[in-house]
């Protein structure tokens, strides 16, 4: 499925539903978004954000002819109602198509981590990476980093504190950017010059998504409005390969 997220072209969900991880899932678009499409009577979000397993998704990269891929939109692979029988398929699945590549995304590193240091090699075209909203997290990256991949990244959003301390040595790319919400959480300009200037000291690419409901000014607007410019520049590195 088409997507509007600007650092990937699709969207594809063999799970769908999450339970909350952190303080980063308190306004999760995802349980919002499935929760509607519930409502509209899509039959895959029936179970609205129960984490469900559709075996039936599988078939779906075999149709596509190329694109950057992110799996589990609307939920967590390493959830731990999702069996490693069944992400070891889903690795089978991207591995059976290397004219895709596919972004992976968790909050759950430790199982990620368990997942490929025992149990499966990452495959070529996967690019693995953790959600890390605020340095109460930085474990996450310290298993990140337990794994051998192609490309490592972290997202950083919504950025939800001060993250000066990031270690990002062995970090390909990462992605920031402002909490979008009614009850979006106010950050702070400074917050994301930091992990701008870490990035420029490592060399990794630095993807700053959108200012969302809080501009850049400390007021809240739609974040259409904001834009996306840090200190009059846009920042939409990728990672270099």
Not at 27 to 51: E, H
Not at 62 to 72: I, L, P, S, T
Not at 123 to 131: E, H
Not at 220 to 225: D, P, V
Request: proline share 5%; glycine share 8%; hydrophobic share 35%.
């Amino acid at each position: 499925m088409a997507t509007k997220i600007e650092w990937t072209e699709r969207v594809w969900n063999p799970v769908t539903g999450c339970t909350p991880r952190s303080e980063g899932c308190f306004n999760c678009y995802a349980k919002t978004m499935a929760l509607r499409l519930k409502g509209m009577g899509q039959k895959k979000y029936a179970n609205g954000f129960i984490p469900t397993i559709h075996h039936e998704a599988l078939k779906e990269p075999y149709e596509w002819k190329h694109g950057m891929v992110f799996v589990c939109s609307m939920s967590d692979l390493f959830h731990d109602d999702v069996p490693f029988s069944f992400i070891k398929k889903v690795m089978e699945t991207i591995q059976d198509n290397p004219q895709c590549t596919f972004q992976v995304l968790t909050k759950r590193a430790e199982r990620m981590a368990e997942f490929f240091t025992y149990e499966y090699e990452v495959p070529k075209n996967v690019w693995l990476g953790v959600s890390c909203e605020s340095a109460k997290h930085y474990g996450r990256i310290f298993h990140l980093k337990r794994i051998i991949a192609n490309v490592r990244f972290v997202s950083c959003e919504p950025l939800l504190g001060d993250m000066r301390d990031i270690t990002l040595d062995g970090i390909d790319w990462l992605i920031t950017g402002g909490e979008c919400s009614n009850r979006a959480r106010r950050p702070s300009p400074d917050w994301f010059r930091v992990l701008r200037d870490r990035c420029i000291d490592t060399n990794t690419a630095f993807f700053f998504k959108q200012w969302g409901t809080w501009g850049e000014d400390g007021v809240k607007r739609s974040k259409y409005k904001n834009g996306s410019l840090l200190d009059g520049r846009e920042w939409k590195q990728l990672p270099n390969l």
